[in-house]
Nanobody, 111 residues
Framework: QVQLVESGGGLVQAGGSLRLSCAVS????????MGWYRQAPGKKREYVAR???????NYADSVKGRFTISRDNAKNTVYLQMNSLKPEDTAVYYC?????WGQGTQVTVSS
């Protein structure tokens, strides 16, 4: 059974940075795409970024140029480096692997 545990969220001022981590348990990590999603209060969960086993990455237009997704296969961990944060980035951020989801980590950006 795959388990995902996010960490690294917090409160930051606009323009600041945070790095989220997602630790994955299970052998399938290295052969699958990993993704980050987010859900703001009163809104639907939305796609943020994905990284494939090849290293190819893809981003939502809203975060392109500001966020960077990466993975460390040796540590079974995927990261989301978030720079130039905006108040509209405030949300609970979730890690995703196939049909598995983490519990989420809160990111709050103050203006």
């Amino acid at each position: 059974q795959v388990q995902l545990v996010e960490s690294g969220g917090g409160l930051v001022q606009a323009g600041g940075s945070l790095r989220l981590s997602c630790a994955v348990s299970g052998r399938i990590f290295s052969i699958n795409a990993m993704g980050w999603y987010r859900q703001a209060p009163g809104k639907k969960r939305e796609y943020v970024a994905r990284i494939f086993s090849s290293g190819f990455t893809n981003y939502a237009d809203s975060v392109k140029g500001r966020f960077t997704i990466s993975r460390d296969n040796a540590k079974n961990t995927v990261y989301l480096q978030m720079n130039s944060l905006k108040p509209e980035d405030t949300a609970v951020y979730y890690c995703n692997l196939a049909t598995s989801w983490g519990q989420g980590t809160q990111v709050t950006v103050s203006s």
